[in-house]
């Protein structure tokens, strides 16, 4: 099934000709629960690996704020709870009985951390086919991005990026090595989904605006809002054209960051000195109370009893307090490393 965005409720670069020059086509993943293969564009599904070649592991320190647990515990856990959510339960009944209570303790029990190399995890596989506007290496027609699905330095996993040629894989890796080691609160390993991109338009967050833009745009926000939401009174609208007109939320590919809870920095190659640009978007959601005309419009009507899987968030990652983790690409070469950051 597609995903369709709604469209802008107004064409904001009509009203703002100066936003024009910045518009920038960003990729829409939507991730959806799928059985994905190796063949197949996709978030947490296998990745076409070659029988031969080395799987990735980090040696790097982790930060564990509480004892890790395996990939097994996590899913194991989710559906424990997911199953416990959608049976139906009497008023006064617990979520869980004695003894899945006892089980799910077990399982977010924890282990102590491992000593050694801790094998990485895949995170998003792109065919260049599917992805309008991505493009790689002479011959590469694959982005692989995997993570070490642990605290680092920066609170964040560490990701590897490898661009590759699928007709050179002539045997692939069935049974790749898992993580020994993954957060306590599964919050990096994503659940396995399919994919249906979407190109959309988008403009910077205001963070990224000359401030006589940005402030023209918050006045014009407040008023439009009023005008269209005359019984919303105790919402200015201030945030409108970030929430409306500006960077859509969710996995993607290209387009802006969405700076909001920290300032812009700037983000330059040390090989180099070029300027980054977004590369992948990881989200901790597709939508929220905030961003909610961003919904597509085939997820608009569900119905039927909620889970502990929200609808908005089928990965299941959550980075920071549901934020965003934007990989940064070179633009000069895919050689140069890539950067991480937190927005």
């Known amino acids: 099934m597609v995903r369709t965005t709604p469209p802008r409720p107004i064409d904001v670069?009509?009203?703002?000709?100066?936003?024009?020059?910045?518009?920038?086509?960003?990729?829409?993943?939507h991730p959806r629960p799928g059985l994905p293969t190796v063949h197949e564009s996709s978030v947490g599904g296998p990745l076409l690996w070659p029988v031969g070649e080395d799987w990735p592991a980090c040696d790097d320190a982790h930060e564990h704020w509480d004892p890790p647990v395996s990939p097994d515990d996590v899913r194991r856990s989710r559906d424990l709870l997911e199953e416990a959510w959608?049976?139906?339960?009497?008023?006064?009944?617990?979520?869980?009985?004695?003894?899945?209570?006892?089980?799910l303790d077990t399982l977010q029990e924890g282990h102590p951390p491992h000593s050694g190399p801790n094998p990485l995890l895949p995170v998003a596989q792109l065919y260049l086919r599917d992805v309008p506007g991505l493009s790689g290496p002479d011959g590469a027609d694959v982005l692989q991005v995997l993570w070490c699905p642990l605290d680092h330095e920066d609170a964040l996993p560490t990701a590897r990026l490898v661009w590759r040629n699928s007709s050179e894989v002539h045997e692939v890796l069935t049974e790749p090595p898992?993580?020994?080691?993954?957060?306590?609160?599964?919050?990096?390993?994503p659940e396995p989904c399919?994919?249906?991109p979407e190109a959309v338009t988008e403009y910077p967050a205001p963070l990224q605006l000359p401030g006589e833009l940005a402030r023209?745009?918050?006045?014009?926000?407040?008023?439009?809002?009023?005008a269209l939401h005359p019984e919303d009174a105790g919402h200015d609208g201030s945030a409108y054209y970030q929430y409306e007109h500006s960077v859509a939320p969710g996995w993607k590919v290209g387009g802006w960051g969405p700076w909001s809870f920290s300032d812009p920095s700037p983000l330059n190659c040390d090989m180099c000195g070029a300027e980054y640009r977004p590369l992948l978007t990881v989200s901790s959601g597709e939508w929220d109370g905030g961003s909610g005309s961003w919904i597509p419009l085939e997820d608009r009507d569900r119905t039927g009893p909620a889970g502990l899987r929200r609808p908005s968030d089928p990965p299941m990652v959550q980075i920071g307090r549901g934020y965003n983790l934007q990989i940064y690409s070179c633009?000069?070469?895919?050689?140069?490393p890539h950067l991480e950051n937190m927005q």
């Open 13 to 29: 670069a009509a009203v703002f000709p100066e936003l024009a020059p910045l518009a920038r086509q960003a990729v829409r993943l």
């Open 86 to 103: 959608l049976r139906p339960r009497s008023p006064q009944e617990d979520l869980l009985t004695a003894e899945q209570r006892a089980y």
């Open 178 to 189: 898992v993580p020994l080691d993954v957060d306590h609160y599964g919050n990096y390993v």
């Open 194 to 196: 399919v994919l249906h």
């Open 216 to 226: 023209r745009l918050h006045d014009w926000g407040r008023a439009e809002w009023a």
């Open 331 to 336: 633009p000069t070469s895919f050689d140069h």
